[in-house]
């Protein structure tokens, strides 16, 4: 049996505490008082064993939004979430153009550099769409929440 599964059998079956992996307040991601899998194996804050698996459900718990809020917020990690898939994909094709050009017999610096060059500005977008992210979200919370949202950053709870 794959360990993974092991976490997941005994959350589901409520084995208690020791099944929980990582830190946090409760020793876990997300422990049972936070919202995330405790002891019944609950997922209400999208938390997992390895990190939060469904950030617009954790913020929208742990910054306490409001509907209009979350509304806003689920466009915005949306529009992120796009460009991410984006920036994968260019990532394969400037991988798969490399690899083509080291098959030829000399090595060509005009295609690798074309890959490279096309690998920095998917990168520059990338960069770009999580300012403009970051910009919107700032705009969204009230103080409180941004102080809470920084918090959450800071001790890695959540990832950018």
Do not use: N
Not at 92 to 120: C, N, T
Request: hydrophobic fraction near 40%.
């Amino acid at each position: 049996m794959h360990p993974g599964m092991m976490f997941w059998w005994k959350q589901r079956h409520g084995c208690g505490q020791e099944a929980r992996a990582g830190w946090g307040d409760e020793g876990g991601y997300g422990g049972a008082a936070e919202g995330g899998y405790g002891a019944s194996g609950d997922a209400e804050s999208g938390s997992g064993p390895f990190g939060v698996r469904r950030p617009l459900r954790f913020m929208a718990h742990r910054l306490r939004l409001s509907e209009e809020q979350v509304a806003e917020l689920a466009k915005i990690l949306a529009d992120l979430k796009t460009e991410r898939s984006q920036a994968a994909v260019d990532h394969r094709r400037s991988s798969g153009a490399i690899a083509d050009a080291l098959e030829a017999d000399s090595f060509d610096d005009a295609r690798i550099g074309a890959a490279a060059d096309a690998r920095v500005k998917s990168a520059q977008q990338l960069r770009d769409a999580v300012v403009k992210a970051l910009k919107a979200i700032h705009a969204l919370l009230d103080p409180a929440q941004r102080k809470e949202l920084a918090y959450l950053l800071r001790t890695g709870q959540l990832l950018i």
